[in-house]
């Protein structure tokens, strides 16, 4: 299962690293942007906090194959350790996938919407597919269902690719694709941390030491300092 960060804000990437189970970011032209700095310089900055082994995707902006291919490769050499090239699913974008497989960049085939990029992807060697399921719910489509149809196919025809689902907004979305057997989701900061917003488990907590220092007085805030 992965747990992909989707962002480039470097406290935030410092702080969910520290907290939660990470197993890389996901960048894209919009997201780098929003932090309105250099982006290798920004990039070299996550790469420092995640470390080299945690994978770092960086999205191409060029449009032919060609053209995809070079920036993949200029972001291989310049940018070290786990990277994943992140390539649109145009027809463009399969012939780039097709050609980045074969000099052993690996990618992950981005702004997927249907099961059938999905498929042409995966097949043309990409290592993940990213659908975003939130922008297919907007448009009163099902994200969780082309999840699970992406999962299906990839399953019946024997295809290596994982699906990394991606755009949520809220985190019975991020749930739903698990359940519909994502291999893992790039979620933005904010909404890692809602997971952990429920006033029951903060009810409760509050509850067990308030019984503790009641009982044990009020030095006895630690285990070891319980008499
Ligand atoms: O990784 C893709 C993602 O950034 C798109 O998310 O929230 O802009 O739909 P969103």
């Not at 996901?26 to 310089?41: A, C, M, Q, R």
């Not at 399953?155 to 694709?177: E, G, M, R, T, Y």
């Amino acid at each position: 299962m992965n747990l992909v960060i989707d962002s480039a804000n470097v406290e935030a990437i410092k702080n969910l690293n520290e907290f939660l189970p990470i197993d890389g970011v996901t960048t894209n032209p919009s997201i780098i942007v929003k932090e309105k700095g250099d982006f290798l310089p920004l990039l070299k900055e996550i790469r420092n906090i995640i470390g080299e082994e945690k994978e770092l995707f960086v999205q191409t902006i060029s449009k032919k194959a060609e053209e995809i291919v070079e920036e993949a490769r200029y972001i291989c050499t310049t940018i070290t350790g786990s990277i994943l090239v992140k390539v649109p699913v145009t027809l463009e974008g399969i012939k780039a996938i097709k050609m980045l497989q074969e000099e052993g960049i690996r990618t992950l085939a981005t702004t997927v919407y249907t099961p059938m990029s999905a498929l042409m992807a995966a097949k043309a060697g990409a290592e993940y597919v990213a659908p975003y399921v939130n922008r297919i719910d907007n448009l009163t489509g099902n994200g969780t269902q082309v999840v699970s149809d992406i999962v299906d196919i990839f399953s019946s025809q024997n295809l290596p690719c994982k699906v990394l689902a991606a755009s949520f907004k809220n985190v019975q979305q991020i749930q739903d694709v698990f359940l519909s057997g994502a291999h893992g989701v790039t979620a933005p900061p904010d909404l890692m941390k809602e997971i952990f917003h429920h006033p029951s488990v903060e009810r409760d907590v509050e509850k067990f030491r308030e019984e503790w220092l009641n009982q044990y007085g009020v030095g006895s805030n630690s285990l070891m300092s319980t008499k």
